[in-house]
């Protein structure tokens, strides 16, 4: 068995990165006069999506997030996975019983 194919045997499936919670950016920018949701993935260059309403942007954006992540599988690609967190969650305070 070549090195290509063994790396090939252990590449998670397309299902696995579809499943990724890739950053959710939002904003609203203005173009020609006219107000437009702006929704993107910044860890998946150039997976964007506008829109005039929010969820109609981030329907927008789903189908462009799978059809890059498909594209991106079919060629072999390397296919960007979110960072770890920067920081390990804080644990809560509570108010201390009485």
């Known amino acids: 068995m070549s090195v290509r194919a063994d790396k090939a045997d252990r590449r998670p499936d397309?299902?696995?990165y579809e499943a990724v919670p890739?950053?959710?950016v939002m904003e609203s920018v203005e173009r020609k006069g006219e107000w437009l949701r702006r929704a993107e993935h910044p860890e998946l260059p150039g997976c964007?999506?506008?829109?005039?309403s929010a969820l109609e942007a981030l329907d927008k954006l789903e189908q462009e997030r799978l059809?890059?992540?498909r594209q991106l599988w079919d060629r072999g690609a390397s296919i960007p996975v979110p960072r770890p967190p920067l920081l390990a969650p804080r644990p809560s305070r509570s108010p201390p019983a009485t």
């Open 14 to 16: 397309l299902a696995y």
């Open 67 to 69: 059809r890059m992540l």
């Open 22 to 24: 890739y950053l959710l």
């Open 48 to 52: 964007v999506a506008e829109a005039h």
